[in-house]
């Protein structure tokens, strides 16, 4: 379980995040969503220690973790994924795969990665990860590491930004694949109703507050209330 308690965030003269708390729990699909600007990507960034809170704490497993680094969380099992997948030049495919396991892994394991994410492995093993992929290559690469890291705790922010129908499809049968892991737990910040329909609860966040939290039928009446105008609208 990962518990937020009391956090403050301030980010050039304006207050982000104004005393959240939050309990995820071990072996649940969440969904953090709500209007731009509410901040559900520095919810992200403060679990993996991108961000560091003005005040409060987040325990992962009963250990506190405030002051721990991204480096460190990785090593406890948390993993994340950008909005815009990291780019290393001059590593391949295969190389990022066997760094995010931690171990060796032997080439059939690594193509199995990459299949499971709607890739053609022999295409992609050996490429670079560079430029000359495109967004939604980059997107599924990144979802074949996470895949052999197997956290226990992942956090995806924004997922499906600048991706295609067949890699949103990809996206969405991870999702699937990783309820199935009574170990894993995954929290993701998202708009799309097709991510917050998989969910076990969906939590709402406006303006730096969470004001509800539960399961998805009792939520989406709330968020067509809150924004008629759509999800990706700050004000209606």
Known sequence: MLELKNISVTRDNRQILKNVSLSLPSNKFIAITGPNGSGKSTIAKIIMGIYQPDEGSILFNGEDITEAGITERAKMGIGFAFQQPVVFKGLSVFDMISLAAGKKVNLDAACEYLSEVGLCAKDYINREL??????????????AMLVAKNSAFTIFDEPEAGIDLWSFNSLISIFKKMQQNEAASVVVISHQERILEIADEVILLVDGRVVDSGEKNRIFPKLLTLNSCGLETKRC
């Not at 560079?130 to 979802?143: A, F, P, Q, T, V």
Request: proline share 0%; no cysteine.
């Open 130 to 143: 560079n430029s000359k992929l495109s967004g939604g290559e980059l997107k599924r690469i990144e979802l």
